[in-house]
């Protein structure tokens, strides 16, 4: 048996808590998969005197004295956020020291920086646990699929939001309703902003992006729409074309000369058949789409102390395995540096409901303008279910093939300044998961 | 850039054939995540002049001439199953040479071997594509749960029988009708032996439990039934208790001293609201649950030439890249070695459905018989669905609490016996996904 891997952990929450747990439950086991020991040699945290649950002389408020302590091997953080994390981090790295983090935030934003200090020295950067918490999702990605292609990644990776349409969609309620639900039980924090606005999302899908093409797409590379402004009439709308509306972190590999990558976050309908239509409550779920494997589907709990506990424990053995055998993992790869899509050039399709005045020629108006937004009509439908008291016209129910997101916004805005139309009431849009992407001819 | 890693395949058939393709198409990228070239440097297959599709000067017959080149790193097979196999890949390992194969029954009779010699020379052992296909499985089981204990692992790892018990399940048609489709379609081979027999299921049950467990399981450990007896009428019954029928390979760790492990395969009914029941079609997916992980599931592909040459390529990339950093990959485990628990001593629980007499008394009779057994009855009905003409009495559907098979077997058996009851038709277990596993006491 080798010299102990000496482990530093920052930040002893819910997550790091579980952790401190799980090393010291595991030890033998660990030992045994490791080939050394796997010590725990320090624990910072802002307050020591709040931490009864670890041992006193473990405790202490200096994080950066304990990062560059020189027996440390491993860092663990899970403090969260950009600062103090990120220079932590980059004194790790720097010092050669392994790092397993789950700060989503972090590496969102400045991914870059902490590859490049890990490339610089040679250290492992392992963060398995940023995204959909304990479902082996990125190791899959960057080792399981690293012969193939991948195409698309798409995915539920958001629980909160997911509890919330969740609920919408099985009793009907509306909006801030089930968001009490979701605060009530424990799934949506007191300011929910980071969840319902879509960031959480949009962070993962720049981390999902990344290891998928191989290129570094951070958070402001990401499209985001939350779900705030979903209500219980677009969730009857999408089941009445054989759809749920889920909130979906979507990656996608645009064909073209250049090829592109596209992420995007926003609230779509899914086909009821897919299997992410089914994924319920705050249960994650991601969709990947690779040329030799087809289709795949992880699915599991995206956050909770243990959950999470769990991917940090493995990128953990994985780290302290390298150490021994004196090596390092596979790294992140960049070099394919694709060039991001913006989301007008980005290929989408529209649901759309509009109320129109209901007599004759007026879908011919509707049509034509359809036709000089060079946006293709998939089908269209005459609402007969029952309408407000106020209703003037027709209510129709339009979903678009593909187009070019900009040109759906532009025939949007279009319909809206209309005679015929008295008012364009809902906008979704429809996701072709499983589908081939196409470019569009744009550029 | 290092060395090339020098790359021989033993068998080109539809898996074989697709890594060709997949090495000469991705072979700058392949080169960009190794490190170093990925070169074929030869094929061994039986008639080499029936393989125009690879280059003339890589054939050969001589595969034992091919393993045991001294320029060789890596040895991909795609033969299957045990002799010449065998032979072959231990020269392979105890010459230092990595291996990547996808032979499940070479594995699941005798990993122990083969993890021995891989250990003696510190050559790599990798085979993801030997379990549910392309679906990243046994890395993820290997490495992101490492630092988690797994309790349990279950799930439809053969995708001809779901077809035919998904075909059954939507369509209402018989066994044998069902069958025939899966053969037309090209799902099923001329003699599907293997899969509705359940052996193909077995072998990867015993790599699974392995893994899970860090205990060698071989294939003779684990109790096996096929599909071949399953009728509509069970079908329906499922139905009517909410559940559906899916052939399952299910690894348990079960508690008690010493903890042991199960590994069975049989046809199972699943609840309608469970993950895997509506997992169809040739599809695969495999439930995982884990202490700190929680529930978590893998879905995808489970068989077909690409998606097992994508699991392959996974594999070869890792092993390559091991060589390039001149270390080895993580090594399977037995360290834990526990027991294999019998069959007979296995919590299951059964569904049964029972011809009685209709009268008085004889539900107390039944009762009885059950509590003598020391198995406890979780819910009894008495059918309503209209019966055969033949049907002399009132028809009883009971389902049980978790008992010792063997236990539930001779209680099916005592009932037989008995002068009220006129017939025992229909006998299925029925899983408990995603509840704990309990021992029963029993020794």
Same mark, same amino acid.
């Given at each position: 048996m080798s010299d102990p891997i000496r482990v530093a952990l920052l930040g002893c929450g819910t997550v790091g808590g579980e952790v401190v747990r799980l090393l010291g439950e595991q030890s033998v086991e660990l030992a045994a998969r490791v080939g050394a020991p796997v010590e725990l040699v320090g624990v910072a945290v802002r *307050?020591?005197?709040?931490? $009864?649950?670890?041992?006193?002389?473990?405790?202490?408020?200096d994080a950066s004295g304990l990062v560059n302590r020189?027996?440390?091997d491993v860092v663990v953080e899970v +403090?969260?956020? +950009?600062d103090p994390a990120r220079g932590l981090l980059l004194d790790a790295l720097k010092a050669g020291r392994g790092v397993v983090t789950a700060n989503k935030a972090l590496l969102a934003e400045d991914g870059v920086t902490l590859a490049e200090a890990a490339d610089a020295s040679g250290a492992d950067l392992y963060y398995? @646990? /940023?995204?959909? #918490?304990?479902? $082996?999702l990125l190791r899959p990605l960057r080792e /399981? %699929?690293? #012969?193939d292609k991948i195409n698309r990644v798409a995915g539920i990776v958001n629980g909160t939001t997911n509890f919330i349409l969740s609920a919408m969609a099985s009793s009907g309620t509306g909006y801030h309703e089930a968001l009490d639900e979701a605060t009530e039980l424990g799934?949506?924090? @007191?300011?929910?902003s980071a969840d319902v606005d879509g960031f959480d999302a949009q962070a993962k899908a720049a981390i999902l992006a990344t290891l998928a093409f191989h290129t570094r797409v951070s958070a402001a590379d990401v499209y985001c729409e939350g779900? /705030?402004?979903?209500t219980s009439a677009d969730i009857a709308a999408a089941e009445a074309v054989g759809c749920t509306v889920k909130l979906l972190a979507i990656c996608e590999r645009v064909p073209g000369e250049p090829e592109s990558v596209s992420a995007r976050v926003y609230p779509a309908m899914v086909p009821l #058949?897919?299997? %992410? @239509? /089914?994924?319920?409550?705050a249960y994650n779920a991601v969709f990947v789409e690779a040329e030799a494997a087809g289709q795949l589907m992880f699915y599991g709990q995206g956050a909770g102390g243990a959950p999470t506990a769990s991917a940090i424990m493995g990128d953990l053995v994985a780290v302290a395995r390298n150490r021994v055998a004196g090596g390092r993992g596979p790294r992140e790869s960049a070099a394919a540096g694709l060039p991001i899509r913006p989301m007008g050039a980005t290929p989408t399709r529209y649901h759309i409901s509009l109320e129109v005045?209901? *007599? @004759?020629g007026v879908l011919a108006t509707i049509a034509g303008l359809f036709a000089q937004q060079g946006v293709s009509i998939a089908t269209v439908r005459q609402d007969v279910t029952p309408r407000d008291a106020g209703a003037r016209g027709a209510r129709l129910v339009i979903v678009t093939h593909l187009a070019p997101d900009a040109a759906l916004a532009a025939t949007v805005a279009a319909l809206g300044e %209309?005679?015929?139309?008295f008012g364009v009431d809902r906008v979704l849009r429809v996701e072709n998961l499983g589908r081939p992407v196409t470019a569009l001819g744009v550029t």
């Open positions: *307050r020591p005197h709040k931490h $009864p649950e670890v041992p006193a002389e473990l405790l202490t408020a020189p027996d440390v +403090i969260g956020g +950009i398995e @646990a /940023s995204v959909a #918490g304990a479902i $082996p /399981s %699929l690293a #012969g799934y949506a924090e @007191a300011d929910p779900i /705030s402004a979903v #058949g897919h299997p %992410l @239509a /089914s994924v319920d409550g005045d209901d *007599r @004759a %209309l005679d015929e139309v």
